[in-house]
């Protein structure tokens, strides 16, 4: 690795100081939180940043709390302690499968929510479940703070919307609704260490009646970046998610596809697999909003 | 310019001066002398640099060494007691669970976080927990079934 200056601010006021003295320097700075993609860019050259800011030490980057009808990531958070963490395995069992399936125990043991969305992969695991879920990324700007949706951030392959001098703090959503459930499947050809295929995510909810109120489905691996398929939930919205609702929801799903074709899939199979899988987690989801009305 | 870490080590307290740029598992072998953590791929992949990081399981070729900082550092090194290898060790031994050894120390560090955090895995547990343990001797089968005669004993029960 090439040489760089370390740094380990311990308050968000401190973190702003680093990034202006950077910035005044016209250095290229990087922000670390787990390392477990940075620190493989650095060794492979595909990265050389003269100057690390690592946010582990910051409180607000490593909250991970239920508080009111809110829950907050740290963007810094390892991957394992989300996973853990009782509120998260009871309201966002999807996103918790979503994580589950990043990696290895050691990579989760380090990786962050954070970092999975500012690496902004096309198929990473997590981005699908949070966009489900109506996360925002909450940006500490030069001036104050400003949010954005999940699916607003990130904005092409690799690429996030965090301008010069920015950083992720910490992920939050809205605690879910009464009658409410996630899911989260991806598609890839063996079960463990391996990278998504096609993933999508979902967020269901259903009045007293089990009609479907509102319905958010998220597509990874299937355009440069993840998105909203808001079409898809459309699709579901009046209905109980029966047979023909779920045709309908996957149609609109393959209809906002935008897949290549590369060597884990084709463009057409990716189409056909986000379809069967929009109908899956669907059916999970609402599984799910079910078994909270008993 | 050197960084100045004081950190832990196996509950020992430790400090040493390293380049930014060194990684943990660099510190550990070259500058501490604990070579039982290995370095196989040095991208994360295959977990033989495997330790506990304030509990947290990680591989210590993609933590760089100032980060561990006034942290607690567990390695292989410290699995085993003076008196008495640790029963997944014993295991491993009893059922030829290796074979060069490169990849050990790390399934050792991995599978002892497993059985802390769940004292009675399925095999099916224990395979997805180990994935990212790569072993290219044993075929993994005999390693699968020391970590399930470990947890048994462990847990009081006839292995």
Redesign the interface.
């Known amino acids: 690795m090439e040489g760089f200056a370390y740094e380990a601010p311990t308050s968000v006021a401190a973190l702003r100081s680093c990034l202006s003295t950077a910035q005044g320097a016209g250095e290229m700075t990087q922000i670390l939180a787990g390392g477990t993609d940075l620190l493989v860019q650095m060794k492979q050259g595909n990265r050389a940043p003269r100057r690390i800011i690592d946010i582990k030490r910051i409180a607000e980057t490593g909250a991970l709390e239920l508080s009111g009808a809110e829950l907050t990531v740290g963007a810094s958070v390892p991957a394992a302690k989300v996973k853990g963490f009782p509120l998260v395995a009871e309201a966002f069992p999807g996103l918790a499968h979503a994580i589950d399936l990043i990696g290895s125990s050691q990579i989760q043991g380090r990786a962050s929510l954070g970092g999975n969305l500012c690496n902004a992969s096309p198929a990473g695991d997590t981005i699908p479940a949070l966009i489900a879920n109506g996360f925002e990324a909450h940006i500490l700007t030069a001036e104050g703070e400003r949010r954005l949706p999940v699916e607003a951030f990130v904005v092409g392959v690799g690429k996030n919307a965090l301008q010069p001098g920015e950083v992720l703090l910490a992920l939050k959503a809205p605690a879910p609704a009464p009658r409410s459930g996630d899911a989260y499947q991806r598609f890839t050809p063996r079960t463990e260490m391996d990278i998504a295929v096609v993933g999508v995510g979902a967020r269901i909810t259903v009045d007293e009646a089990g009609v479907i109120t509102a319905a958010r489905i998220a597509l990874g691996a299937v355009a440069p970046q993840a998105f909203l398929a808001e079409a898809a939930g459309a699709a579901l919205v009046g209905t109980r998610g029966e047979p023909e609702a779920l045709e309908a929801a996957a149609a609109a799903a393959m209809e906002a596809a935008r897949p290549i074709s590369d060597k884990r899939g084709s463009a057409d199979f990716r189409r056909r697999i986000c379809g069967v899988l929009v109908k899956r987690v669907v059916a999970e989801a609402l599984g799910r909003c079910q078994g909270e009305t008993n | 310019?050197k960084?100045h870490v004081q950190t832990q080590v196996n509950g020992e307290a430790v400090e040493f001066l390293c380049?930014?740029?060194a990684?943990l598992l660099e510190v550990l072998r070259d500058t501490l002398g604990l070579r039982g953590s290995k370095e196989g791929c040095?991208?994360?992949?295959c977990?033989a640099c495997?330790v506990?990081?304030d509990g947290?399981?990680?591989?210590s070729?993609?933590?760089?060494a100032?980060?561990v900082?006034g942290r607690q550092v567990s390695t292989i090194e410290g699995v085993a007691s003076p008196e008495a290898l640790h029963p997944i060790q014993n295991h491993l031994l009893k059922s030829a669970g290796l074979q060069c050894g490169v990849c050990t120390p790390g399934i050792v560090v991995?599978a002892k976080?497993?059985l802390e955090q769940n004292p009675n895995p399925s095999e099916e547990a224990v395979r997805?927990?180990?994935?990212?343990?790569l072993c290219r001797c044993t075929g993994y089968d005999k390693i699968i079934r020391a970590v399930l005669d470990a947890a048994a004993e462990m847990r009081g029960e006839a292995a």
């Open positions: 310019m960084c380049d930014p740029t990684t040095g991208t994360g992949d977990g495997s506990e990081v947290a399981l990680a591989c070729c993609l933590i760089l100032p980060e900082e991995a976080h497993l997805y927990f180990l994935a990212g343990n």
